[in-house]
């Protein structure tokens, strides 16, 4: 199951500080998930809508570091472009989740961030935070009288997340080759799916949306 985000060497830190206890009891988590610009209407119109063809690996993202989700509450609307409304789909969304552990969490999406590819989450507990920001061409800033600037972030998902490609493509071959069980299971592959579709029905329905009511 390709949810390749698990392997970026930032997110497996923050999974690692979870695990470990670095920040204590975990109480609140924050995905800013946002692309550098819109998928084509031609893929708008068939990908499903944006909760299954974004989110979904933000979903996955969530229950990797916090475990199962319980409930799904989804705000969205069309702010980006018009024509991604007419398609049937939206292209803005705050999405609300409550853990089985009682944690809550919020997935921050849009489809176009115009400064470049929007990678962040922040888990904060009861003992501190651990948080990961936005990968960069460089870490060089500049300062001078007039003001103080970066580069922009890399430009997309294949740029941002290159190494957990490579590093999902390994532990695919080690699995294969060693003849063990693969870390991402059907199960995992399942779930996002199913928080897909209660995310869209609580859009639909305005409400928050148990996942027994689809699963």
């Known amino acids: 199951v390709g949810f390749n985000r698990r392997f970026d060497p930032n997110h497996q830190r923050i999974k690692r500080a979870l695990d470990e206890g670095e920040i204590g009891t975990p109480h609140l988590m924050h995905i800013v998930s946002r692309d550098p610009s819109p998928p084509p209407l031609e893929y708008v119109r068939v990908s499903g809508g944006m909760f299954f063809d974004m989110t979904i690996h933000d979903f996955d993202m969530a229950r990797f570091l916090l475990g199962e989700v319980e409930q799904v509450y989804a705000s969205a609307g069309v702010l980006v472009d018009p024509a991604i409304g007419q398609a049937g789909d939206v292209d803005t969304a705050v999405i609300v989740l ?118």
């Open 98 to 215: 409550k853990f089985a552990s009682g944690a809550i969490g919020t997935i921050d999406n849009s489809r176009q961030a115009v400064y470049g590819y929007d990678q962040r989450v922040e888990v904060f507990g009861s003992g501190g935070s651990v948080a990961s920001g936005n990968l960069h061409p460089d870490q060089v800033t500049i300062s001078t009288g007039e003001n103080i600037h970066r580069g922009l972030p890399l430009n997309f998902f294949m740029e941002r997340y290159l190494t957990s490609y490579r590093v999902e493509m390994a532990e695919f071959v080690r699995c294969v080759l060693k003849d063990t069980p693969p870390p991402v299971t059907g199960v995992d592959g399942r779930m996002p799916v199913v928080m897909a579709q209660a995310a869209q029905l609580s859009y639909r329905e305005n409400r928050p949306v148990q996942l027994s009511e689809v699963a």
